[in-house]
């Protein structure tokens, strides 16, 4: 009985991974390849506005985040909340493809985005229990890699729409392809029925001074403070790219959308291996380690974007971030976990997930304000832009060395 309790269960594992394929969908179409251009090509709007849109968003997630991770945790379940967010996400995604205009494009991205993004509380939340048996490192890792393979699928299976009708016709379907992959994790991972410990709603102001105190109490959760705050920093840059890559390469590189969509679809590729590489990388170096590893990758791909005055250089930057994309989300989550008691795993989670989100919130407004501000250079603002980015890495990197090592 003791032994099969510690086998893994790769039906859970495999259910959870796919809610990875399945948001990557969204993460890739919307947020990467249609939407922004969708807003300063077809709708003719500037990168502050796409940036301005995805800021507030974020906004409302930040803070938002770590009390959605406290109500998974006293709710005891995080499979219910996971379902109404990203229904949530679902919803407003197909109404962007229904309106087809500018301004309510961007509230219903707001919104869009919002559970897109919420949802990975309770989402992380679930990898200690599908991860029984098995590695955390190996079980993130297979979660991102089959996201990335999840990001793939979506470009592939929506580009017939945009070919017959313009990028505005790649909302609908890109929704309905984030729900269908959704299912197998609502329904197939089963969990602990426990009984809620408090009434969540009816002691908000509590929560909140838990979770500051969480943030202040470091001795209890050493490295937890300055893990959140790099966190916050590295993802500024991190998130930008994700936001603002297919952008700079149309505008810069003079990319075509179909050669956009092939450099996307490599980064990804090399996502895929890096995810696979540095899960491996994480179980055995540990997680602090490789993501400063990870962190020293991504330097050296912006400096390449940086200084590519061809296309041919730069189609290099695509394999370069996209290993790095990869080993981010794997070895960042699994230092979540070193760094958290079990019974809080939740409400660190949200409190991670926050500094992350507070990254889509700053990055995206300093990239949207270099380029108003430096208009009058050219391209040559985007290139300011994404030199930008480099500060943020560096000083995530800074910070991370004051997160110990698990012994």
Known sequence: MIQKEHRPNWPSILSWSLYDFANTIFSMNIISLYFPLWVTVDKGGEDILYGFALSLSMILVAFSMPLLGVLSDRMGRRIPLLIGLTLLSVFFTCLIGVFDHLVLGLLFFILANYGFHAALVPYDALLPRVSRGSSVGKVAGIGVALGYVGAIVGILMVKPFVSEAGRGASFIPTALLFLVFSLPCFFMIKEETRKATTIFWLNIRGEVAKIKNTLLNTKRYPGLLPFLVANFIYCDAVNTVIAFMSVYAYQVMGFSDSMIRIFLIISTVFAIAGSLIFGW?????????????????????????????????????????????????????????????????????????????????????????????????????????????????????????KVPDKT
């Open 281 to 401: 990388t994480t179980d055995h170096l540990g997680a602090k380690r490789t993501l400063m590893l990870v962190l020293y990758v991504w330097i050296f791909g912006l400096v390449v974007a940086i200084v590519s005055f061809s296309p041919f250089i730069f189609w290099m930057v695509g394999p370069i971030v996209g290993v790095a994309l990869g080993g981010t989300w794997v070895s960042a989550r699994a230092l979540v976990v070193d760094l958290s008691p079990p019974e809080q795993i939740g409400e660190i989670y949200g409190l991670y997930n926050m500094g992350g989100k507070f990254g889509f919130i700053i990055g995206p407004l300093v990239w949207g304000t270099i380029v108003w501000a430096f208009g009058g250079l050219g391209i040559i603002k985007y290139r300011i832009a994404i030199s930008s980015l480099l500060l943020f890495l560096i000083g995530g990197l800074y910070l991370l060395r």
